[in-house]
């Protein structure tokens, strides 16, 4: 392009749903600016369905051996994975990390497992390069964890469910440091099977299969408990595991004279409710009317630089950046609200449920917050020290990965003629710490398991000898669908 990086305005709208595809750093977004440069007018590509399925990301395509030592009465004693991984005809992106820090990393699962040996060799193919797909690495962690604990349960002959409670990480063991690296921060997985054969009926879901099975009927129930490393960062660990940048992510809170507020955040929406939980975070820190701010992002001419949305990060970290953000706005408005009042801040109270300042013990004597946005821009009376303005960033690293943990249960039939596999019921519990929004929640857990389902029963990418795709549209490549 010939121009510096500050000269670029790049505006991103609402894209839809990422999942991961789009990491991916395209050719064409370098060659379309290039060519409008060149030709002084706009340029737009599109692609067909046909050359996206051989252009964009795909996703992960692993072999691997592992094996699960333990003794006869269940008690977990180690782990060996050996893994080849799939990489494409060139790296891209996150490639290289997947089956490595991302995948690795979480081989500990939610057991305790002493000693674990893990190794993972990135083989080139002719074939679409990969990069992160909704988990990437963690779900390949998580499928082959708890395939061999049932394999185990099977050996052993023993309830899988039982078998997995033996060697659960105990809620009193956290912080709790793994072989491979990973420190977690809390849980309590104990409780989250307690929750699941509740909500699930397992005992019930055992009798429905050994009716079927007295029947002739190919019936079994899957169960499989899941950790992830959420919120890629701190950087420190980032740069560790073998990262080129650190993993923070900023925010910016501007507030108004008329109160209304304006919020840039480097993390982009991915249809993941950004605008909804971002507003609600910063109306509960501020006590304001969610309908009083904005969210912009997607722009770099006005939000801050950032590190993007991905990898389960954008709530963790980048709200966290807009709560720490409103938290120094708070402190500010304060202060100002203190001097006016003549009182130490000490003696002064934030409602956040209204967003008025009031002196402790005396809610006659307050100010509001639209009292202190003008006063704070006025700065006819403001205390010593404090520059006039209300507006603050934050650059949040983190010191730790969050680890939401789920456990599922389904319910599944295989026709004996046709291999057809029906799932007959399905029930999860997810722990995923403090709800900002239960019903943006509920949909990605609900996509998520929707997505799981497809990955496990009809998603691939299949391949001639000659390294042609035969499933380059939604003819032949099999994937669920919402048919109401």
Known sequence: MGLPENKLRVISPDVGGGFGSKIFHYAEEVIVPWASKQLGRPVKWVSTR?????????????????????????????????TYANMGAYLSTFAPMIPTALYITLFSGLYKLPVIFGEAYGTMTHTVPVDAYRGAGRPEASYMLERLVDLAARELDMDPIELRRKNFIQPDEFPYQTPVAMIYDSGDYPKLFDSLEALGDYAGLKA???????????????????????????SQVAVGLGAGVGLWESGVIRVHPTGK????????THGQGHETAFAQIVA???????EDVEIIHGDTGRTPFGLGTYGSRSASVGGTALAVSAGKVRDKMLKIAAHQLEVDVEDMVYDRTTGTMHVKGSPEQSKSFVDISVAALMANNLPEGVEPGLEETTFYDPSNFTFPNSAHIALIE????????????????????????????????????????GQALWENCVYDEQGQLLSGSFMDY?????DG
């Open 284 to 290: 509960d820190e501020l006590g304001v009317p969610m």
């Open 414 to 453: 295989i026709d004996r003629d046709t291999g057809e596999v029906s799932l007959l019921d399905y029930a999860a519990v997810d722990d995923v710490g403090k709800v900002i929004n239960p019903m943006i929640v509920e949909g990605q857990l609900v996509g998520g398991i929707a997505q799981g389902v």
């Open 50 to 82: 046909s050359e996206a399925f051989v252009t964009d990301a795909h996703g992960r395509d692993h072999v691997t051996t592992a094996k699960l030592a333990l003794k006869n009465d269940g008690t977990f004693l180690g782990l060996d994975v050996t």
């Open 208 to 234: 429905k299969r050994d009716a079927a099975r007295a029947e002739g009927r190919l019936v079994g129930i899957g169960i499989s408990g899941c950790i992830e490393a959420s919120g890629p960062a701190p």
């Open 261 to 268: 507020i304006s919020v840039m955040t480097g993390s982009h």
């Open 478 to 482: 099999a994937m669920p669908r919402a």
